[in-house]
């Protein structure tokens, strides 16, 4: 089978499945299988590709074909630039998250501390450390399958970080200059509506928000104080529909609060000063 042979069986095959990306997936499987490049293919698409790296290619499809994420089958999503370890045990790191990352890093300094609420696979702490060179940190997460993920990301990147099982501040001490969350915040009745790569792949701890999506929030707005230094910041990704209502739950506490969009123009995070 050539190249150009597999990669249209494997368009074919999800297409049929309906795979929304379809033909970016068939592409990127076929490049991780097979060791390809886009390069080398456009040059050599009859190239003759071995029988290991074509069964392996089949194999790949008929998981994708089943649902499975990408970055599962894979084991690795870009983000911000690097490129972080993922599996079941964490959420995939998403573009939409790197808006958080971008407002955090236009406030730190070197000597600053950051304290990363529900760190998952560690992508939002590691890219701030990684960013902005002389800043410290620590990830939380109440998994601590998901902490695991985390430190072999910290160890693969080559970033010292600090990383605490607990739920949300438990177990953390001091306090910190910005404190950053992606927290939980689909409704739970809202979950099992989810698309199936994200609801039947993805852990549900780190997607149910409770009743209404905004548990995580009212929780880390009330205690966070405790953690902030004086004029601390906090940097929270929300739902498209929860700017107004996450930013009054801050409201109490913080001033200069700010709802941010995302590329698409809808709300995707909620950002404030600790009042003094």
């Known amino acids: ?62 998981k994708r074909s089943s649902h499975i994420p990408l970055q599962h089958l894979t084991g690795s999503q870009e983000f911000m630039g690097l490129s972080f370890f993922v599996d079941e045990n964490v959420l995939i790191p998403r573009q939409d998250t790197e808006i958080l990352v971008e407002e955090a890093l236009g406030v730190l300094a070197p000597g600053m501390r950051v304290l990363d ?42 970033i010292a970080a600090d990383f605490c099982q607990g739920d949300l501040f438990e177990n953390i001490s001091g306090t910190y200059d910005c404190i950053v969350s992606n927290p939980p915040y689909i409704a739970s009745r809202e979950v099992d509506a989810l698309m199936e790569e994200v609801r039947d792949h993805e852990p549900r701890m780190a997607l149910d928000g409770g009743v209404d999506g905004l548990s995580f929030y009212r929780r880390i707005a009330e205690a966070c104080p405790d953690y902030l230094e004086p004029s601390g910041r906090i940097f929270l990704e929300i739902g498209y529909d929860q700017g107004k209502a996450v930013a009054e739950l801050l409201r109490p506490a913080f001033e200069e609060i700010r709802i941010v969009q995302d590329l698409s123009g809808l709300d995707r995070v909620v950002c404030g000063v600790l009042r003094s």
């Open 1 to 62: 089978m050539t190249l150009a042979g597999l990669l249209k069986e494997g368009r074919e095959r999800l297409k049929a499945e309906g795979i929304a990306e379809w033909e970016l997936d068939a592409w990127y499987l076929l490049e991780y299988a097979a060791g390809c490049t886009r390069s080398g293919y456009f040059m050599h698409p009859e190239q003759e590709v071995l029988p290991d790296r074509e069964q392996v290619y089949r194999d790949l499809i008929a």
């Open 117 to 158: 609420l529900c760190t998952g696979s560690g992508c939002i702490l590691l890219s701030l450390l990684r960013l902005c060179p002389g800043v410290s940190g620590t990830g939380t997460d109440l998994s601590e399958k998901a902490l695991s993920t985390a430190r072999r990301n910290a160890e693969h990147l080559g």
